[in-house]
């Protein structure tokens, strides 16, 4: 093997006429060696004839002729590595040809005539041995060529159909990856083979475990329930696990069917999402003006997207941050398959003045109000403007609201607003407050049910993948050689996809009546930990621990940080009723009157813009009694 990786080595390295010089010797020794063996095959004469006056012009006719007319019709052109069967298409049509040129000039001449079975036979030893050596040389050059400069992983595809067939035909010119099994749940197909590679039962993975590097997932119809427990089973491995992109990303062009990409998080969690309520998707959001704040973050710019799908007549997007605004206003124009006017707004959404402006001059009929400071240790150290951002934005655009008489605004809150420990939940506690009290004072009022703004939030717990969350943070650390860092292995969260909660978040919008405190069903809260160990395996590495000190990743306990519970909740009063959709749930809860919470917020904006924290600190902390400031920096 050696030998062959070297001679191999240095034909590769030859200039390119040096190596079509092989290829013609080689087909001209294929020339003579197969109107040889067809001469003798077909006539009464031996081999030597061949070199008798009378037969003499055959094989200096087949070389004359033979390599011209290959090089003519593109024989040397091609890429030994990646021929295919219609080189054989096109090998074989060259071949007859040939055969019929010599056999006419054999004919018109005064050479003697070869019998019909000849140039039959020699048709045929032709197109079946250079066929049989480029598609050697392909398995060669494959197989070796690019071995030496890069480590091969051995692989096996689970999924014998088509999206296996044609990942293994993409990945076999690859000099990364070698196929030595397919695995599929079929029982009928176990024992047979696709392209030549054996196709075992999945309960062959654990036999086959060591020959392999890395297990690539080729199957989407297997259900969500089984591919977690084939999750499990490759963890329990130590394989490392990849996934073919959808079809839908194939055929739009987004990805090749090669781009093996990392299992999805959600899968590692095994949350299964539910289908929407269609009467509850779209009510309210088509054919409407759609304001959404925060329209660059993580939970924004899915809402952007979603409600895009829905067809609204207008869609206006702000965000402070330029650079976020640039990239969803890109995405949703390319998107904007129902041609909605897009209108892209760079500011804050503080600013009075220019939110009651958008309000009533674009004729808004719906407020979706994202934006917020989130990150809590960034907001411990800057609580002033965290406060500002969260508390004021809220108050600024629940006052034009119900001055401009929007039909709904719904704020996205967060399961940190219950009973808070850091600045940052406590900020959105009091924006929830906010919005109950214009609820409380648009009930309170004798005005038609038409003209009042119905206010409402949506309260839910971590979003996987979205900016600052554990998930993203972990990947880096794996990619990097860890060690991951844990604040506390005793931390639990909840945890749901980003496209689910903005989904939940729409459908949630139609059931608001106003003061609705809607909560999402998270599921059950997980161990931060255990997720951190389930990435380290599913990326075909080992836990780095005192059980295992040779492992590949260690995990570090830092402690908790300023202002981090180890468990959060969705619940204060820990009452809650059903809705039309199972897993959206109504809060019960109490509230501040209206009067009062405005006076007190007026006093805390003054002090926010004195950056009087201790006066902040304090009216915050009166108004939020519940908020635990003992793990707090304050």
């Known amino acids: 093997m050696h030998i062959l990786r070297v001679l191999v080595k240095n034909i590769l390295s030859l200039p390119q006429m040096r190596r079509r010089y092989i290829l013609i010797v080689i087909d001209s020794l294929v020339f003579i060696f197969s109107i040889s063996f067809a001469f003798f095959l077909s006539t009464s004469n031996s081999i030597e004839s061949l070199f008798y006056d009378e037969y003499i012009w055959l094989i200096p006719s087949f070389l004359f002729i033979g390599i011209p007319l290959y090089a003519f019709t593109g024989q040397y052109q091609g890429i030994t590595r990646y021929v295919g069967s219609s080189a054989i298409y096109r090998l074989a049509l060259r071949n007859f040809i040939l055969c019929i040129l010599i056999a006419v000039f054999g004919f018109f001449s005064t050479a003697s005539f070869l019998p019909q079975k000849t140039w039959i036979l020699t048709w045929v030893l032709l197109t079946v041995l250079i066929g049989l050596i480029k598609f050697a040389l392909r398995d060669l050059l494959i197989r070796i060529g690019g071995s030496s400069l890069n480590k091969i992983r ?211 009929n719906v407020v979706f109000h994202a934006a917020a400071y989130k990150h809590v240790p960034i907001v411990e150290l800057n609580a002033i403007q965290g406060i500002y951002n969260n508390v004021i934005s809220t108050k600024v655009l629940c006052e034009a609201a119900y001055l401009a008489n929007i039909k709904k605004l719904i704020l996205i809150s967060t399961d940190k607003a219950v009973r808070p420990t850091n600045v940052m939940g406590a900020s959105k506690r009091l924006a929830e407050l906010i919005v109950q009290a214009f609820s409380q004072k648009v009930i309170s009022e004798e005005i038609s049910a038409e003209s009042k703004t119905i206010f409402g939030m949506v309260r839910f717990g971590n979003v996987l993948d979205s900016s600052g969350s554990v998930v993203p943070l972990f990947r880096e650390q794996i990619a990097a050689g860890g060690p991951i860092t844990l604040t506390d292995p005793k931390v639990v969260r909840y945890f749901m996809t980003i496209p689910e909660a903005a989904q939940l978040v729409l459908q949630a919008t139609v059931l608001a009546e106003g003061g609705d405190v809607f909560l999402l069903d998270m599921g059950k809260q997980m161990f931060i930990k255990e997720l951190a160990e389930q990435m380290i395996r599913l990326s075909g590495l080992t836990l780095k621990n005192t059980l295992n000190p040779d492992g590949d990743i260690e995990i570090i306990v830092t402690g908790l940080r300023p202002g981090e519970k180890l468990y959060e909740e969705l619940l204060i009063d820990a009452q809650s009723k059903a809705t039309e959709h199972p897993l959206i749930f109504r809060g019960v809860e109490k509230s501040i009157p209206y009067d009062y919470l405005i006076c007190e917020i007026n006093k805390l904006e003054d002090y926010l813009r004195k950056r009087d924290k201790l006066k902040v600190i304090e009216t915050l902390s009166s108004l939020i009694p519940e908020w635990d400031k003992s793990k707090s920096y304050l």
């Open 154 to 364: 051995k692989v096996a595809i689970f999924g014998t159909g088509s999206e296996a067939a044609q990942l293994f035909a993409a990945l076999r010119i690859s000099d990364k990856y070698r196929v030595i099994a397919f695995f599929g749940e079929d029982n009928q197909l176990w024992r047979r083979s696709l392209y030549g590679i054996p196709i075992y039962p999945p309960s062959k993975l654990l036999q086959l475990s060591t020959q392999l590097d890395q297990v690539l997932l080729a199957d989407r119809s297997l259900s969500k329930a089984r591919r977690k427990d084939l999750l499990n089973e490759l963890q329990e491995l130590r394989l490392a696990v990849l996934e073919v992109p959808s079809i839908d990303e194939i055929a739009s062009g987004a990805a090749r069917i090669d781009s093996l990409k990392p299992i999805a998080i959600e899968d590692l969690l095994g949350r299964n999402s539910i289908d929407p309520i269609l009467n509850l998707l779209g009510p309210g959001i088509n054919n409407s003006v759609i304001f959404i704040t925060g329209a660059g973050g993580s939970i924004g710019s899915e809402l952007c997207r979603q409600i895009l799908k829905l067809n609204p007549t207008k869609m206006i997007i702000l965000d402070n941050s330029e650079s976020s605004l640039y990239f969803i206003d890109k995405e949703l124009r390319s998107q904007n398959d129902n041609q909605s006017i897009i209108k892209t707004v760079l500011g804050s959404a503080c600013d009075k003045y220019l939110i009651s402006q958008i309000f009533i001059n674009e004729g808004v």
